[in-house]
């Protein structure tokens, strides 16, 4: 609907601030173009008027072609210009030029020094990452030197201090480059880092060396650090993004038993302005084998202002602690939109240690007053009081004004209702016109609409400062934008069958028809989305299937409920549980011939999807709808339906399940076989068995994909894995809290899997066959990266989905995810095509299974 809608635009618009990546955060900021004012560019002194500081603009010849401070320049001299860049910024590069005049002059600074404040009164000294002040200047007139500030710096002014040994005169052209800091976040305050010292480790310095502010008592105060520089710590600690650092470096952590007050680490937070917060993520390591966690939770206070106290209702979060997974990660703190200028939050340790890269706030813009709903009642009053309080002229008995201002009140709350109803329904209106258009280009700006599912996108940005490293670690080379729109898209209007796009009224494209995409898409009208125990679907099928359902059409048979025993519980969802049981007597039961999982003995283990008795009429109805659809697939890598429990509630069917668990799980436990893992008997696997994997799941996608079913939900984490490597499909995955971070949450919506998505399905809701391609793809991508990382884990899940954005425009700036060093060359050129930006160009699952069979052994 066009509420959620709404819903996702606001929570990519908010979601994607305050998380910047130094290394793509390179936009010129105005000095060239002209976007930062001549009054906005003032010095210490000037030569002439014609070498003022208005005219220190890179790549410029007005004026006498740069600024220059008066006079020969002596070492102990400190000439600046200083640039207000209009609010606070993320500076990244700093870009300097002498002054060449048309080849008239020949001064330039060879080095100089940057300061910087963010409110004009308190000025900071950069130092690099070893403490270095001095940066490197030009060496002739002519040619600009690019410098990157690492580390990078949080700052609204801006001074150059020419720097030299010789006395001579000096003149500097200047650019700089950055984006905006969103954030809005302008110091906080910590107790400072520690050393982490254990037995048979190396030592870690723990501490905040980039910190701008004071040390004062072993606590960081006033100033702005390496928790908001942008560069997000690794999974193991010790191992560093930058060189020649210590260990530990990245992080900024805290022993549980050395603070003043054991069990918290207390921060404070100052913000330029009040502001509506809706989240806070904070980046927190994860090595749990090293006594390393999480925060167990967080309980964050507000202050409106400066000088009010403090609120008395905080906010409390408890975090979901894993112990199976030692990746570090980003926790998001929803804040519930509080209004506030300063928070001050305490983390709760749930180990030894606790250790965080980045911290990052998301905000709504201005706030309103916390008294907002009074403040509308009390307009109605002030309208009651100048329409309905009697003249005090007037004769007769006066009113005591109680009774007129309570109608004014009821009066106005009424109005607001009206109001609210009437929005209601012209977005039930403007939806409905929606789902009739796919795209809608204006021809003046180029800009397109997406609807029927999708997001509506947009872009307006200038390009970055060229860069020898436009793309690294696969991080977007975009800054985070509040809203995507796709311009000059180079997509063809869609058609009913040509391009695998169905209109609402469509109902199916048959081969014959046109259609040169590896499989139909079904009209929304046409699709049957099973619900199932998990609140989504497992796959997406053709209505004509399941068209007409009653017990009767159930083919399998009814297990006596009291011989499954409860082993685990592997996850829960919207309207039901998967719990993994021992079927006691199962193969008797099914007799010889029937599919039954590995196993000799009397008792085998099995995945019991079981249905709330509360669960609504609509979920019971797709559940028996999916025992249906199951009882139809017969392939060796489908999971199979064993029987089913359906004469009395809850209602259960029971599927296979592997002792292996799923292929997740048993990858990013194991290493590449070689002599070292065969000497320490580590847990491995060959490179053949990683072929004979993908192979299994494009088999079992082939079979689906022959039935014209979608799966949606592809990744290692669904496929079912037994003691002779034997893949099953499942669908267990999304309703696990083992890889909930896989999912992208809406609120009102159903989990998405972002990074296993095509293009076409995050931005137009379009699931087919060809989306189930894409997905494969990045399956094949987990198995040879061993699972040891998530898809595009160095962006957040709001960057997934501006890249995207980049696969619609398909303008050379998409990000792909990297080649695995396992990877055999011919196999990434498949990956490579499941990912194609056109539908036609992605190999069919037949095409995929012929093209890895052969590496494949008889």
Request: charged share 20%; glycine share 8%; hydrophobic share 40%.
């Amino acid at each position: 609907t066009i509420m959620h809608l709404f819903l996702l635009l606001i929570l990519h618009a908010t979601a994607a601030v305050g998380q910047i990546d130094p290394a793509h955060c390179r936009y010129a900021l105005g000095m060239e173009d002209g976007r930062i004012r001549d009054e906005d560019i003032t010095a210490s002194s000037q030569w002439y008027e014609t070498t003022g500081p208005q005219y220190a603009r890179l790549n410029r010849e007005e004026g006498e072609g740069a600024w220059c401070p008066q006079g020969q320049l002596e070492p102990s001299d400190t000439q600046y210009l200083q640039v207000d860049l209009g609010r606070l910024t993320f500076l990244t590069v700093v870009g300097t030029q002498g002054r060449y005049a048309r080849n008239s002059g020949n001064e330039f600074a060879r080095a100089y020094r940057l300061n910087y404040s963010r409110d004009s009164v308190l000025w900071k000294s950069w130092k690099s990452r070893l403490g270095k002040e001095v940066i490197q200047g030009n060496k002739n007139a002519y040619e600009s030197v690019i410098n990157d500030l690492h580390p990078p710096v949080i700052a609204r002014h801006v001074r150059l201090i020419p720097v030299t040994k010789p006395s001579t005169a000096v003149c500097m052209r200047v650019e700089l480059y950055g984006c905006p800091w969103d954030d809005g976040l302008i110091s906080y305050s910590a107790p400072e880092g520690q050393l982490l010292m254990a037995p048979g480790y190396p030592v870690a310095s723990l501490n905040d060396s980039t910190y701008d502010g004071a040390h004062e008592r072993r606590r960081l105060l006033g100033g702005l650090g390496q928790l908001t520089d942008g560069v997000v710590g690794l999974d193991d600690f010790l191992v560093t993004r930058q060189l020649q650092v210590w260990l530990g470096y990245d992080y900024l952590g805290w022993r549980n038993d050395s603070l003043g007050a054991p069990g918290h680490v207390e921060m404070d937070f100052l913000f330029d302005k009040q502001r509506n917060f809706t989240s806070m993520k904070v980046h927190s390591n994860n090595m749990f084998s090293r006594g390393v966690k999480i925060f167990s939770s967080v309980t964050c206070w507000f202050k409106p202002r400066l000088i009010a106290s403090w609120e008395a209702e905080p906010v409390t979060f408890k975090t979901v602690l894993d112990d199976r997974n030692p990746s570090a990660r980003y926790v998001t703190v929803p804040l519930r939109r509080r209004a506030a200028r300063a928070l001050r939050c305490r983390f709760f340790f749930a180990d030894v240690w606790m250790m965080f890269s980045e911290i990052s706030f998301q905000s709504g813009g201005k706030p309103l007053p916390s008294s907002s709903c009074f403040s509308l009642l009390s307009v109605g009053c002030v309208f009651a009081r100048l329409y309905f309080l009697p003249d005090p002229s007037a004769s007769g008995r006066p009113d005591d004004g109680n009774t007129p201002i309570l109608i004014g009140c009821l009066v106005t709350i009424i109005l607001l209702l009206v109001i609210i109803i009437f929005l209601i329904l012209w977005c039930q209106y403007v939806c409905k016109v929606l789902e009739k258009v796919d795209f809608l280009s204006h021809p003046d700006v180029g800009q397109v609409w997406v609807s029927s599912g999708g997001l509506l996108i947009s872009s307006l940005r200038s390009p970055p400062v060229a860069s020898q490293r436009a793309v690294q670690d696969g991080v977007l080379a975009r800054p985070s934008l509040v809203s995507i729109w796709m311009t000059q898209p180079s997509l063809s209007p869609p058609t009913a069958c040509g391009g695998g796009y169905a209109e609402p009224d469509v109902t199916q494209c048959t081969p014959h028809q046109g259609f040169h995409g590896p499989a139909p898409h079904y009209a929304e009208t046409d699709i049957v989305r099973l619900q199932g125990v998990t609140g989504s679907n497992m796959y997406a099928v053709p209505a004509l299937t399941v068209d007409s359902l009653t017990r009767k059409d159930i083919s399998a048979a009814e297990f006596p409920r009291q011989q499954l025993v409860f082993r685990e519980k592997l996850g829960e969802g919207q309207f039901g549980e998967v719990h993994l049981c021992e079927a006691e007597g199962l193969p008797e039961f099914l007799g010889e011939g029937s599919p039954l999982p590995d196993g000799d003995g009397c008792s085998v283990l099995v995945a019991v999807k079981q249905l709330r008795p509360d669960a609504t009429s609509q979920a019971r109805n797709d559940f028996l709808k999916e025992i249906k659809i199951m009882s139809r697939l017969n392939d060796p890598n489908i999971i199979r339906l064993l029987c089913v429990c359906v004469t009395s509630d809850p209602l259960c069917m029971v599927t296979e399940y592997m002792e292996n668990g799923d292929l997740n799980m048993f990858l990013s436990q194991r290493e590449m076989e070689s002599t070292l893992t065969h000497a320490n008997s580590i847990p491995s696997v060959s490179l053949s068995d990683l072929l004979h994997m993908s192979v299994q799941i494009s088999s079992g996608m082939k079979y689906l994909a022959s039935l014209n079913f979608v799966h949606r939900d592809l990744a290692t984490r669904n496929c079912l894995l037994d003691r002779r490597l034997t893949i099953k499909i499942a669908d267990f995955g999304m309703s696990r809290n083992l890889y909930s971070s896989d999912y992208y949450r809406i609120q009102g919506r159903a989990v998405l899997p972002i990074r296993w998505m095509a293009w076409e399905s995050i931005l137009l809701g379009k699931f087919t066959t060809a989306s189930d391609v894409w997905a494969f793809g990045v399956t094949l991508w987990e198995i040879f990266t061993l699972c040891k990382e998530q898809p595009y884990s160095l962006l957040s899940d709001e960057q997934v989905i501006e890249n995207t954005g980049e696969f619609f425009r398909n303008q050379g700036r998409q990000i792909f995810l990297y080649a695995p060093p396992l990877c055999p060359p011919s196999l990434f050129e498949l990956m490579m095509r499941c990912w194609s930006r056109d539908i036609p160009d992605r190999p069919t699952f037949e095409g995929l299974y012929q093209a890895l069979r052969p590496h494949v052994g008889p």
